[in-house]
């Protein structure tokens, strides 16, 4: 069973428990929200996490995994492709690259590079960067795409949204920081 599953079980049950000790209105309401939270660790259905714009892959990529959640964020920097690409050959520049070993999955040089962090036996996330010229030829349009295994399953996912800890928002201030620095190199040679 998926840990946010058995986080909604525990949950419901705890909030139903509570509320049948001594019954009035206010508790009844939170008897309903218990009910709400078992009726979501029996379907699988999280529709919480769709406004809080957390995308689940009931269907991973990679196998080993029973859900991801994917992260899709993109920029455009104002550097040839060829230093962009450079700049994400280092496995330290890489998104939610942190801690876990780096594996190359593929690359196409000066387009895409994909990789794969795992904790010693067990993935818990794989990516790819994508390289595009932009119009004009004077900047490089990057995506990324990235997909984890969160912790507690998409219940930890949301709870990690609401206390600024998302992966999310990691991925976007990598992306902006590869920005900060590989433009910054130019006004420094200027």
Excluded at 4 to 17: E, K, N, Q, S, T
Excluded at 106 to 127: C, D, I, K, S, Y
Aim: with cysteine.
């Amino acid at each position: 069973m998926r840990s946010d599953r058995v986080g909604y079980v525990v949950g419901g049950a705890a909030l139903i428990a509570w509320a049948l000790r001594k019954p009035s209105l206010s508790r009844a309401a939170l008897a309903g929200l218990g009910g709400w939270l078992l009726y979501q660790a029996y379907t699988g259905s999280t529709p919480v996490l769709r406004p809080l714009g957390i995308n689940v892959n009931r269907e991973p990529k990679e196998t080993g995994l029973l859900e991801t959640v994917v992260i899709e964020e993109a920029i455009t920097i104002a550097r040839p492709r060829a230093e962009v690409y450079a700049f994400w050959q280092r496995h330290e520049n890489l998104p939610l690259a942190g801690d876990g070993a780096i594996v190359i999955t593929h690359e196409a040089a000066g387009e895409e590079l994909g990789w794969r962090v795992t904790n010693g036996e067990r993935l818990v996330r794989f990516g790819w960067i994508t390289l595009r010229e932009a119009p004009g030829g004077r900047a490089t349009f990057v995506a990324a795409h990235v997909e984890y295994a969160p912790l507690g399953g998409s219940l930890g996912a949301a709870l990690s949204l609401v206390t600024g800890r998302s992966p999310q928002r990691l991925v976007a201030d990598c992306l902006q920081r590869a920005r900060t620095l590989l433009e910054s190199e130019v006004r420094n040679l200027r």
